[in-house]
């Protein structure tokens, strides 16, 4: 049974740090690239990061760039997502995502992904 659990969600201060990791469980974690997508209330669910299955391709959308870091270690099968100055723009539930299709990419169209997490909620005051 494929799991994704997300954690390391909460609530920050304007200008701070959380770091979401995603325990993957059930399929080969190294053949599979991860995403992180994230969703508002009311607001579709847009692209965050990914990485590939070797992490040697990584991409951010622009509203991220420069502010947070994806990371994976193949050897413990969990995805990480650094978010450093965090605006309340952030705000968001954050999925982790698993993408077969193009595993040695990364990739960005969520419709490209085979498996979803719960998602965790960060949530930025100002």
């Known amino acids: 049974q494929v799991q994704l659990v997300e954690s390391g969600g909460g609530l920050v201060q304007a200008g701070g740090s959380l770091r979401l990791s995603c325990a993957a469980s059930?399929?080969?974690?190294?053949?599979?690239?991860m995403g992180w997508f994230r969703q508002a209330p009311g607001e579709e669910r847009e692209f965050v990061a990914s990485?590939?299955?070797?992490?040697?391709?990584?991409y951010y959308s622009d509203s991220v760039q420069g502010r947070f870091t994806v990371s994976r270690d193949n050897a413990k099968n969990i995805v990480y997502l650094q978010m450093n100055s965090l605006t309340p723009e952030d705000t968001a539930a954050y999925y982790c995502?698993?993408?077969?299709?193009?595993?040695?990419?990364?990739?960005?169209?969520?419709?490209?992904?085979?498996?979803w997490g719960q998602g965790t909620q960060v949530t930025v005051s100002s």
């Open positions: 995502a698993a993408s077969s299709m193009f595993a040695d990419t990364a990739v960005v169209d969520r419709f490209s992904f085979d498996y």
């Open positions: 059930g399929y080969s974690f190294d053949s599979y690239s």
């Open positions: 990485i590939s299955r070797t992490g040697g391709s990584i």
